[in-house]
C-alpha cells in the first residue's frame, strides 16, 4: 500500500495552501544609516545658491596695544574676496512607473505604490551621501585644501596619523569620516600599541572614538584596488564654528522630507502611473581648515599577537 493510504490526517503541504503567509516588507541590503547626513548642518537656501563671502587673508588688519599717549591709532579696514564661490544645487533625480493592475490588485497587506516609493527614495538617499563625498564639484574629499593633506607615516592608520589630521582641524573637530574597514584598521593598530579607543554613544548606536572625536563609519568612501587604500576625512561642522555645511531647498511642492520631493505625474495609455523623486543638495566648506584628508590608508595589513 502507498505511503498516502497510510495516512490518517491531512499533509501539512497541502494545508498550507489555506494558511496566510506572513510576509515582510522587501528588504534592502545597500541601506546605511547615512551617519553623515544626520551629523551635518544643514542650511536652508532662498534660490539654489549659496555664496562663500571670505576675508582677504592676505590684508593685514592693523590694531593698537597699550595706547597711553595721544598718539595717532592705527587705521584699518577688512577687505573681502572678491569673486566669493557660489555653491549651486545638485540633484538627484529619477522616474519610478508603477502598473495600475499591480497597484489595484495586489496591494495588500503592502500598498505597492507605497513600497516602490519607500525604495527609491531610500535608493535617492543613499546617492545623496555619496554625492556629498564624491561629487567632483562640492563632495568634500575634492574640496581639501593641498595644505590639508596628510599621508599615512606607514600605511596602516595610526594613532600617530589621526593625531596629525587633528592638527590640520584643531578648531572644534566634530567628526572623522571613515570606511568600515578603514575604522577596523585603526583599531588593530590601536591594539597593537596598547591604546584600545574609547567608545562614545551616538543615536542609540556605539562609535569608536580618538582624542574624543568619534569615528563615524560610511561605505561612502571606497576602498579601492588591489592594495586596499582608502582615505580618512576629519570635520569641523556648523557655520557658527565656519565649517562643513549641507545646502538644501525647503518648501518644495510634493516635499517629503528636507530637500526631497515626490510629484506625480499622471497615467500614460499604457496605464503606467509615474512618480518623479527629486531630491536638491549640496555642501560647502566654508573655510580651508574646516577639512583635512588622510591619504593612502592601507586597510589589509593584520598583526599576530604572541
Known amino acids: 500500500m502507498s505511503e498516502e493510504g497510510n495516512r490518517a490526517s491531512l499533509r501539512e503541504e497541502a494545508a498550507a495552501q489555506l494558511a496566510n503567509v506572513t510576509k515582510t516588507a522587501p528588504q534592502f541590503e545597500a541601506i546605511t544609516p547615512r551617519w553623515l547626513v544626520r551629523l551635518m548642518d544643514w542650511k536652508p537656501l532662498e534660490a539654489g545658491t549659496f555664496r562663500v563671502n571670505k576675508v582677504d587673508e592676505g590684508k593685514a588688519i592693523e590694531s593698537t596695544c597699550g595706547h597711553e599717549d595721544e598718539s595717532t591709532l592705527a587705521s584699518t579696514y577688512v577687505d573681502y574676496v572678491d569673486k566669493p564661490r557660489e555653491y549651486r544645487l545638485s540633484s538627484i533625480t529619477a522616474i519610478l512607473n508603477v502598473n495600475t493592475r499591480v497597484s489595484d490588485l495586489l496591494s495588500n497587506p503592502y500598498d505597492q505604490v507605497r513600497e516602490q516609493l519607500r525604495l527609491l527614495i531610500e535608493s535617492v538617499k543613499e546617492k545623496q551621501e555619496s554625492e556629498l ?174
Open 133 to 306: 563625498l564624491n561629487n567632483a564639484d562640492y563632495g568634500l574629499q575634492h574640496n581639501v585644501a593641498d595644505g590639508q593633506k596628510v599621508k599615512t607615516r606607514k600605511g596602516a592608520p595610526t594613532p600617530d596619523d589621526l593625531d596629525e589630521l587633528l592638527t590640520k582641524v584643531w578648531k572644534e573637530p566634530s567628526i572623522f569620516l571613515a570606511h568600515p574597514r578603514a575604522i577596523a584598521a585603526f583599531g588593530r593598530e590601536c591594539t597593537r600599541r596598547g591604546v584600545p579607543p574609547p567608545t562614545v554613544t551616538l543615536f542609540g548606536t556605539p562609535f569608536l572614538t580618538w582624542r574624543g572625536i568619534p569615528l563615524v563609519p560610511t561605505d561612502k568612501l571606497a576602498v579601492r584596488g588591489k592594495d586596499q587604500k582608502t582615505k580618512i576625512l576629519l570635520l569641523r561642522v556648523g557655520e557658527k564654528k565656519q565649517g562643513v555645511v549641507g545646502l538644501f531647498q525647503p518648501g518644495l511642492p510634493g516635499e517629503q522630507s528636507p530637500g526631497l520631493s515626490v510629484r506625480f505625474m499622471g497615467i500614460d495609455q499604457r496605464a503606467l502611473a509615474s512618480y518623479l523623486v527629486a531630491l536638491y543638495c549640496s555642501a560647502a566648506v566654508l573655510t580651508d581648515d574646516a577639512i583635512a584628508l588622510l591619504e593612502d590608508v592601507d586597510v589589509g595589513q593584520y598583526h599576530e599577537y604572541k
